[in-house]
Every structure is written in structure tokens, then in C-alpha cells.
């Protein structure tokens, strides 16, 4: 019963200290216009949301709707920058951009094509939402959405503004 009990322990200890300091990984995306984008390229001075989302996902727009209607304000405060990453099959990744047009969203849109980030990132279902420090490791992570969550998510932006700043 012990040894359970301990190797559950060091896999919940494990898990919780490899994903507040987690790096993510280097993976080849499309940009909206067709482009090759690499993840090594999602850098800010300030911090990063990377939100995995679908067209298809009523959750996921719900939530990308609520960051957009308050990105103008957030981003004056705390300079973040969001990469919302669609994980459309090839049915409907014809869709992601006419579809991110209609929104209006003010956020960087990409394609994942062949699911390769979201493999790497380990995200099963969507939404998933990463919040990543200046020095691009992940600091929290949230799955699921319900109204009132963009809040949480706001405070965690701010944290992570607030740590930066005291670092510089």
C-alpha cells in the first residue's frame, strides 16, 4: 500500500515542478496567410497566452471572445501577447481564417495542421489555455471554459506581469 501511496506522490510533486518550469517545444505551424511559423518564434517582453482552440469548439470561441473584448485593456497593462493555435483537421482548416476574420480578433492566429504542437504540449482536449513568463516557461495552464474564467486568467497575466517586473 506504501509504495502506491509514494509513487503517486513523486508523480504529483514531478508533475507540478516540471510544469511550472516547462519550456515548449520547437514545432512548425502555419500562419493564417500560409506562412511557416515556428513556436520558437512566440516571444514577448511581457507575458504570453497560448490558447489551443477549434471552430468547432463553443467553449473555446467563448473564451477567445472574452480575451479579445478585453485584450485592449489587458495588453495596455501588462504588455501580453496571445497566440491562439486552431487544432482544425484538414476538413475544416479552410474555415480557420475566414472564421477568425468574421471575429475580429487582434491576436495572432495559427494553424496546427498535423496536431504536432498539441502532441508536444501534451493537450488532449480543447480549450487549453498556457500562460508563459517573458523567458517563454509555462507558469500555469487551464482546461475547459466557463464565463467568468478570462477573470482567472487575467490574474494569472498579472502575476506573471508583476514577477517580471520585479525581475528587471
Known sequence: MKKPFVLLTFLLVYGTIFSQTAQIPSVDLKTLTGDKFNTDSIKNNGPIV??????????????????SENFT?????????????SIDDAKSMSRV??????KGWQFEVL????????????????????????TGKIVWQHTSY?????????????????EQSTEE
Not at 481564417?97 to 468574421?102: K, N
Open 50 to 67: 497560448i490558447s489551443f482552440w477549434a471552430t468547432w469548439c463553443k467553449p473555446c470561441i467563448q473564451e477567445l471572445n472574452a480575451v
Open 73 to 85: 485593456d489587458w495588453n495596455a497593462e501588462t504588455g501580453f501577447k496571445v497566440f491562439a493555435i
Open 146 to 162: 466557463a464565463p467568468g474564467d478570462e477573470d482567472e486568467l487575467y490574474e494569472i497575466i498579472k502575476k506573471a506581469f508583476a
Open 111 to 134: 494553424l496546427d495542421e498535423n496536431s504536432d504542437f498539441k502532441r508536444a504540449m501534451n493537450v488532449v482536449n480543447v480549450p487549453h489555455t498556457f500562460v508563459l513568463d517573458k
Open 97 to 102: 481564417a475566414p472564421f477568425v476574420s468574421g
